[in-house]
């Protein structure tokens, strides 16, 4: 079972994988920087075909509002293990854990949905990743 230090350390990992998708989408609003985010698309729809184009306004604009929320996200909880953690350590950890939690539920079942079930596996992977020893309470 991990430590408080370990879940703290834990949560700046979980920060930097949400929030490192951030800058990768944003990049995808612009037609001279968008590659990163196409080529993320097209691996997360595995296989790479070359299908998503990243062309639409439309695209760009959710690439640009998806951007946002994701490095947001990624910030709040770096400053949830910085400022808050000390304080109620629990309570973060609970809170980490819920929203990665829902983020997978939500962002899969909408894969699926859309036909990209291969993004769902993709999701399984980032979970166990981003949660890490945050399973389960902290020891003593």
């Known amino acids: 079972m991990a430590t408080q230090a370990q879940?703290?350390?834990?949560l700046k990992v979980t920060a930097l994988v949400v929030g490192s998708?951030?800058?990768v989408f944003f990049l995808g609003t612009m037609a001279a920087t968008r590659e990163p985010a196409r080529l993320t698309m097209d691996l997360l729809s595995w296989p790479?075909?070359?299908?998503?184009?990243?062309l639409d306004a439309d695209t760009h604009f959710l690439s640009a509002l998806?951007?946002?929320?994701?490095?947001?996200?990624?910030?709040?909880i770096w400053c949830l293990s910085a400022f808050v953690h000390d304080l109620a350590p629990e309570p973060?950890?609970?809170?980490?854990?819920y929203?990665?939690?829902?983020?997978?539920?939500?962002d899969s079942a909408g894969s699926i949905a859309s036909g990209h079930a291969s993004n769902a596996l993709f999701?399984?992977?980032v979970l166990l990743v981003a949660v890490g020893p945050l399973w389960r309470p902290a020891r003593g």
Do not use: S
């Open 7 to 10: 879940h703290k350390f834990w």
């Open 92 to 97: 973060v950890r609970k809170c980490v854990l």
């Open 21 to 23: 998708f951030g800058p």
């Open 123 to 125: 999701n399984v992977l």
């Open 48 to 54: 790479i075909d070359g299908a998503q184009r990243w």
């Open 66 to 76: 998806t951007g946002g929320f994701l490095l947001g996200w990624g910030v709040m």
């Open 99 to 106: 929203g990665v939690l829902a983020w997978f539920t939500l």
